[in-house]
């Protein structure tokens, strides 16, 4: 089984003629409310893939926390070390007819999860499989549960997204990174534009103790590396609707692929075609139908 540590979110997107400028009152022409958190998404997108998924996380104590709780649920997420405190984050985005967006994110309840409550559920995370984490909660809250479960040898994939710096002592408890490209030249400032720049980042990853690194290249696919072999995947090619949520599908489905046992290779492959087919869909909680059955794994 699968444990998550992470963030939930409300999105609040909003149509606009014009992203606003500084002082213009402009009227928005839709609004529509999305399920997000890179946390919960992953979560969910592992929970819609059938694995048995457990979250540990903040929901503010309000109308959207409430709501936000019933989805994990529904989409097949235990729920149980899900804490209600504060306000519930929310991204207040901005979607211009030209396509172009802008995003005002308030973390509320997300930076409220305290290394403490991750130690409260050290059982939950020693009795898992492996570890899910990205970078929406606070680091020390992301450290704690890093050393709880290297401690009980439970395997970490760590999402180091939104990008920033992350501690040596970290990385090296690291089983999977997945940056994607902006990512990894923030972690090891370095480029990342060739297949020769990806092998020397990834390189110097491996070299601080990263067990494999995953590079997700948006619609050119996926670049991997571990310390027997490194390739390229190709993307899945569909007509995208909208990225939103790619990465975190992607993360969520490379961590179900390799909890049944497959290969790095072969859930890479897997979360190829998982995350396509959420690129083929609006918002940016991956609307995974519980039935989704991918043939190749
Ligand atoms: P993030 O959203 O975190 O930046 P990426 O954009 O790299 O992540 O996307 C993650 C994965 O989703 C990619 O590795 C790829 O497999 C898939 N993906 C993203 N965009 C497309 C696309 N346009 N067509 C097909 N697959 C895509």
């Known amino acids: 089984n699968i444990i998550v540590v992470g963030s939930t979110n409300m999105d609040l997107v909003y149509l606009v003629p014009h992203i606003v400028k500084a002082g213009e009152t402009l009227h928005s022409t839709k609004h529509e409310l999305f399920f997000g958190g890179k946390g919960a998404n992953q979560a969910v997108t592992a929970g819609q893939l059938g694995a048995n998924v457990d979250f540990v996380g903040n929901v503010g104590a309000d109308d959207f926390g409430e709501q936000i709780i019933q989805n994990l649920q529904d989409k097949g997420v ?19 007819d ?44 992301v450290e704690t549960a890093a050393n709880i479960a290297s401690q009980k040898n439970v395997k970490i994939i760590l ?24 990512e990894l030249a923030i972690l090891t400032g370095l480029k990342t534009e060739t297949e020769e720049d990806l092998f020397q980042a990834c390189s110097l990853l491996l070299q601080k103790g990263v067990g494999a690194v995953v590079v997700t290249l ?17 993307a899945n090619k569909v007509i995208a609707k909208d990225t939103t949520g ?17 290969s790095l290779k072969d859930s890479i492959l897997y979360a190829s075609t998982v995350s396509a087919y959420v690129v083929t869909q609006m918002g940016a909680q991956p609307s995974i139908p519980s039935s989704f059955h991918v043939n190749n794994i």
């Open 78 to 96: 235990n729920t149980a070390a899900v804490q209600r405190v504060g306000m519930t984050g929310q991204a207040i985005i901005q979607l211009a």
């Open 98 to 141: 030209s396509g172009e967006n802008s995003i005002v994110l308030f973390p509320g309840a997300n930076f409220l999860v305290t290394p403490e409550q991750i130690e409260e559920n050290t059982e939950r995370i020693a009795s898992s499989d492996v570890l899910l984490l990205q970078l929406e909660i606070p680091m020390p809250a």
């Open 159 to 182: 999402n180091p997204a939104p990008a920033q710096q992350i501690s040596d002592s970290l990385l090296s408890k690291v089983s999977i990174l997945t940056p994607n490209e902006t």
């Open 218 to 234: 948006g619609a050119k696919g996926a670049y991997y590396m571990n310390h027997y072999e490194h390739g390229h995947v190709q």
């Open 246 to 262: 790619a990465g975190d599908a992607f993360n969520g489905a490379l961590t179900v692929g390799l909890c049944q046992g497959n």
